[in-house]
Nanobody, 123 residues
């Protein structure tokens, strides 16, 4: 079992930055891929970014060059640095974990989820 707690969301103006954190507890953090998803009102959940147990990273097209994912095994924390934010980035952002050896690029691999943190970008 893995417990995930996100933090770092908030209100920011267009062009601003936020860094989201996802603190993990429970089983060995390094054995999981960590992903970030988001869901805007009235829209389906989107896969934003992920980092594997080998620190291989993935970014969806709409965040490439703006968002950076990272992980700190000593702190059992994953991060999502978000720069050049725009109103279309407004959503609840969720952290999730996929077990070692899973198809971590597939959203269905993520079976542990945090409660979400709200990100609002004003125009």
């Amino acid at each position: 079992q893995v417990q995930l707690v996100e933090s770092g969301g908030g209100l920011v103006q267009t062009g601003g930055s936020l860094r989201l954190s996802c603190a993990a507890s429970g089983r060995t953090f390094s054995n999981y891929a960590m992903g970030w998803f988001r869901q805007a009102p009235g829209k389906e959940r989107e896969f934003v970014s992920a980092i594997s147990w080998l620190r291989t990273t993935y970014y969806t097209d709409f965040v490439k060059g703006r968002f950076t994912i990272s992980r700190d095994s000593a702190k059992k924390t994953a991060y999502l640095q978000m720069n050049s934010l725009n109103p279309e980035d407004t959503a609840v952002y969720y952290c999730a974990a996929a077990p070692y050896g899973s198809a971590w690029l597939a959203p269905s691999a993520y079976n542990y989820w945090g409660q979400g943190t709200q990100v609002t970008v004003s125009s």
